[in-house]
Antibody, heavy 130, light 111 residues
């Protein structure tokens, strides 16, 4: 059974870089057909999509965060990571990683807009404060 | 700003049914993009409940059903159980940002 686990520092200082990892067990991040995504939820606010990427390099980022976000994968560790630069208090949130799937019993789609998030991690809380 | 609108809360007695709405716009649901629904109990991993508007993943009870029409979608839950208490979120693709948007979430209380 596929499981995802987020990890990283729970406290980051303003203007610094937030770095998180998502360790995947029960499946390979380099298996074709899946995107891997990051989503966050600031306190009292809605879920916010940060970005999604394919292990081979294709990425999609939320335009509001694109200038500060980098996503990458370490296939040897079966992990993918998120880096968010120049953080402020507004980046305080619970951060989730998720697998994005576009396959059903009837077949698979290739268009990014046909994907859905079928497996999520439990999330990790990050506070931005000095 | 691209967003999906949900009622903040709904409630129902055990055994009853509730419906949660998700209203979008011409850049997301109204553009024909699929709607997905997630169930989230704080402190746990969000769970995919409905995908592609009406489909249930393996293991999700048929008490949960989804529908979509025009710029809106709905999640219906019948035969409420105490374990259904959770936050429910809708999600769709938005072509103005070329990415995913979520609803604000609806807290379900089973009375």
């Amino acid at each position: 059974q596929l499981q995802l686990q987020e990890s990283g520092p729970g406290l980051v200082k303003p203007s610094e870089t937030l770095s998180l990892s998502c360790t995947v067990s029960g499946g390979s991040i380099s298996r074709s057909g899946f995107y891997w995504g990051w989503i966050r939820q600031p306190p009292g606010k809605r879920l916010e999509w940060i970005g999604s990427f394919y292990y081979s390099g294709t990425s999609y980022y939320n335009p509001s965060l694109k200038s500060r976000v980098t996503m990458s994968a370490d296939t040897s560790k079966n992990q993918f990571s998120l880096k968010l630069t120049s953080v402020t208090a507004a980046d305080t949130a619970v951060y989730y990683c998720a697998r994005e799937n576009a396959c059903t019993s009837t077949g698979c789609y290739r268009d990014f807009n046909k994907y859905f998030m079928d497996v999520w991690g439990k999330g990790t809380a990050v506070t931005v404060s000095s | 700003q691209s967003m999906l609108t949900q009622p903040p809360s709904v409630s129902g007695a055990p055994g009853q049914g509730v419906t949660i709405s998700c209203t979008g716009s011409s850049s997301n649901i109204g553009a024909g993009y699929d709607v997905h629904w997630y169930q989230h109990v704080q402190g746990t991993a969000p769970k995919l409940l409905i995908y592609r508007n009406t489909l249930r993943p393996s293991g999700v009870h048929d008490r949960f059903s989804g529908s979509k029409s025009g710029t809106s979608a709905s999640l219906a839950i019948t035969g409420l159980l105490a374990e259904d208490e959770a936050d429910y979120y809708c999600q769709s693709f938005d072509n103005s940002m070329s990415g995913w948007v979520f609803g604000g979430g609806t807290k379900l209380t089973v009375l």
